[in-house]
């Protein structure tokens, strides 16, 4: 470990890793949200990396990286595995030096993902079924092709590069918390040290998936660890599996805990911050404003910075995302009725429900199940409400009106 630590950059490495970025990479804003203050009772600031070039903050652990090659390392083309995020990056990156790069991303990284590396022009390669598979195809290219592989977060120019995000916060304000989301701990390892020389005061948070509970499993064990069984989150970006040695030799310094969330509390996280304050996140963007609602009580009172790391989401998972919170949130209910198969029957029953206000956002109805009684049928609706009040007002219609609810969500 100790030559980790040696290894790991001090605050001279961040200094001249914001030099090479300057006029490239421009500094994020701290942005305010009266919405936030109110929930966490702090005074809470954002970072958002996700108006980021390349949608993340990836790209100035990338651009360092790559600006940051000797002659002979550029020549030789660089190969990266990633998610989706340090792919884009490292190929926006590469593409603008004029150095050879391939991505290697799992087969399950999302379409929008796969298709923005893409366009950034490198050669994208599909393997393996996660993260950790990838890294090991695209070490193997590395081995072949005699490429450069550049880590996402192992780095000591990657983590420096991240740590520019810290060096901006401590230049507008003095926090007394900073949360931050944590995969393979190359942001939370930049940042951390970052604020250690430059607002020693401020408490630096680490915020997991706790389908990829990494961090907490290296502070536990005081190494940088691994977990033992395959990550699964809809934070993606944080799905790393481990954390690296490098980043845990800033990370045993500077960070003292971690925060866990869970899939739903991420999603509702993307879903607040894209109703609430207009911004779209990732899974992986959401998570450490997940944990800061989470530790809110501990938070009242102080100065808050929550750092938005991305904002390259799937559609289609964004679309599942706001399902999910618009039905916990009582906005979004299905029910399942037996009604009388005879004329005139559903247009009674969409009449009621159009009554209160509710929108019809589906229907389904089926005359011919086996546990419906002949002359009877089944109807499913899914139906818009403005809240839990409106959805109980529905239910007690149906009732009164003689419909038997058979279920509903």
């Known amino acids: 470990m100790a030559s980790d630590a040696a290894a790991a950059p001090g605050i001279a490495q961040l200094e001249a890793a914001r030099a090479r970025l300057a006029g490239i990479v421009h500094p994020t804003p701290l942005i305010r949200s009266a919405t936030l203050d109110?929930?966490?009772?702090?005074?809470v600031y954002l970072k958002p990396e996700n108006l980021q070039k390349t949608g993340s903050f990836k790209i100035r652990g990338a651009l360092n990286r790559i600006a940051a090659l000797a002659a002979h390392e550029a020549a030789r083309g660089v190969i990266a595995a990633s998610a989706g995020n340090h792919g884009q990056a490292l190929a926006w990156a590469a593409r603008n030096a004029g150095v050879r790069a391939t991505i290697v991303m799992p087969r399950t990284a999302a379409i929008a993902k796969v298709d923005a590396t893409r366009a950034y022009g490198p050669e994208v390669v599909l393997a393996g079924a996660d993260y950790p598979q990838a890294r090991a195809a695209a070490e193997k290219l590395c081995e072949r092709d005699g490429a450069l592989f550049v880590d996402a977060y192992d780095d000591?120019?990657?983590?420096?590069?991240?740590?520019?995000?810290?060096?901006?916060?401590?230049?507008e304000l003095a926090p007394d918390v900073v949360m931050v989301p944590t995969g393979g701990g190359g942001l939370l390892a930049g940042i951390a040290a970052a604020l250690a020389a430059r607002a020693p005061h401020a408490e630096t948070i680490g915020v997991e998936a706790a389908g990829s509970p990494q961090l907490s499993a290296s502070l536990a064990a005081g190494a940088a660890a691994a977990i033992t069984r395959a990550a699964d989150t809809i934070a993606d970006g944080l799905a790393t599996g481990r954390i690296g040695r490098l980043p845990f030799a800033l990370i045993r310094q500077h960070v003292r805990r971690a925060v866990t969330v869970d899939d739903f509390?991420?999603?509702?996280?993307?879903?607040?911050?894209?109703?609430?304050?207009?911004?779209?996140?990732?899974?992986?963007?959401?998570?450490?404003?997940?944990?800061?609602?989470?530790?809110?009580?501990?938070?009242q009172g102080k100065r808050v910075?929550?750092?938005?790391?991305g904002g390259n989401i799937d559609i289609n998972l964004l679309d599942r995302i706001i399902g999910y919170g618009l039905a916990q949130a009582g906005r979004l209910t299905r029910f399942t009725l037996d009604l009388h198969d005879r004329p005139d029957e559903l247009r009674k029953l969409l009449e009621l429900i159009g009554g209160t206000g509710a929108n019809i956002r589906s229907i389904a109805h089926d005359r011919t199940r086996r546990d419906i009684p002949i002359g009877g049928a089944r109807v499913t609706l899914e139906v818009e409400t403005?809240?839990?009040?409106?959805?109980?007002?529905?239910?007690a219609l149906f009732k009164a009106g003689g419909y038997r609810i058979s279920g509903d969500g």
């Open 156 to 171: 000591p120019f990657v983590i420096a590069g991240q740590g520019t995000i810290g060096l901006e916060i401590a230049d």
């Open 386 to 395: 403005r809240g839990p009040s409106h959805r109980e007002e529905l239910r």
């Open 38 to 43: 109110r929930l966490i009772g702090a005074e």
């Open 265 to 299: 509390e991420i999603g509702e996280a993307v879903l607040l911050m894209l109703e609430r304050l207009k911004l779209l996140t990732e899974g992986a963007g959401a998570t450490a404003l997940a944990g800061a609602l989470k530790i809110r009580g501990e938070l």
């Open 305 to 309: 910075v929550i750092c938005i790391s």
